[in-house]
């Protein structure tokens, strides 16, 4: 799998509504996840809160969703100790198998009035920056 946070595939693959705009990718805000030229996943995050994260069902529960999540971490980690983000509580399970713990549940009054219930989670990073050099792998 090769990840990016350049245009270098088809525009059209970011027709999308997955959360990330073009300008977040080429900001270097976002990652895009690619496996054999196929689009698989991509993330979003705003300083050290990981504010979107997406994987087609396809390559749901193979890996892909912890892989991004590590990429993700590791730019955060170096320049903040701790990684933020609002989980969907189906996400919950996967996030906390990451290390992840919720430290506040919200709730958040929608159109026709929906309440989406979700949780704040964190996870400490300073870890990383004592690690050896070298990628992660999925």
Known sequence: MESGNTNEKNNSIYHFDLGCKLTDIMSGSALVLFCDDQFVGSSCRA????????????FQ??????????????????????AVLDAS??????YEKL??????????????????????????????????EGGTSL
């Open 47 to 58: 300083d050290n809160h990981i504010t979107r994260v997406y994987v087609l069902p396809a």
């Open 99 to 132: 290390g992840y713990a919720t430290v506040k549940h919200k709730k958040l009054v929608v159109e026709n009035d929906a309440v989406l219930v979700y949780e704040v989670m964190k996870k400490e990073l300073h870890d990383r920056n004592n690690r050896k």
């Open 89 to 94: 509580l189906p996400a919950v399970r996967l």
């Open 61 to 82: 529960g193979k890996g892909c969703g912890s892989y991004i999540m590590r990429q993700l971490e590791d730019e955060i980690a170096k320049s903040y100790n701790e």
